[in-house]
């Protein structure tokens, strides 16, 4: 009944499986980002429009690029200030890096780097600390190495 030369009709495509992006989201936004680490931790971003007054907590990485006015939690996952991000907030995380401004006090169970533009007002309690040249710092810091190890046992 076919010929080598004819082909069969394409068989037609799969129903859309909920939750999953269609084709016309995918090429207009790209292809959904792979995670990039081995492990599946997620990350959340708020963008440099944006202005939060509240208490902000998390169970996930954060990049925040905008105003937060309030008290930061994010039960041991890394806080990332950016470059343009202005916070006046108390600070709980696993790791912060500092590369915009903060005024408050930061408490980090791993470690805190402030980069070469970034600033804090306020004290540091970590388990391992980095403060690049032209950084700047105002504050006390505590230093409390058993602090990552209570972390990792």
């Known amino acids: 009944m076919w010929n080598k030369q004819q082909t069969q009709p394409e068989a037609p495509a799969d129903p859309p499986v909920p939750g999953s992006p269609s084709p016309a989201s995918v090429a207009a936004f790209g292809a959904p980002r792979a995670p990039t680490s081995s492990s599946t931790r997620s990350s959340a971003r708020l963008g440099s429009g944006l202005h939060i007054k509240g208490q902000l907590t998390g169970t996930e990485d954060l990049q925040i690029d905008g105003k937060v006015d309030g008290p930061i939690s994010l039960d041991g996952h890394q806080l990332t200030v950016g470059p343009t991000a202005v916070l006046n907030s108390e600070i709980h995380a696993g790791e912060v890096v500092v590369f915009g401004?903060?005024?408050?006090?930061?408490?980090?169970?791993?470690?805190?780097?402030?980069?070469?533009?970034?600033?804090?007002?306020?004290?540091?309690?970590?388990?391992?600390?980095?403060?690049?040249?032209?950084?700047?710092?105002?504050?006390?810091i505590e230093i409390d190495?058993?602090?990552s190890q209570a972390a990792a046992g």
């Open 101 to 140: 401004k903060v005024v408050g006090n930061l408490y980090a169970r791993d470690r805190v780097d402030v980069k070469t533009d970034g600033s804090v007002i306020g004290d540091i309690s970590t388990a391992r600390i980095s403060i690049e040249d032209g950084a700047h710092f105002k504050g006390r």
């Open 145 to 147: 190495p058993s602090k």
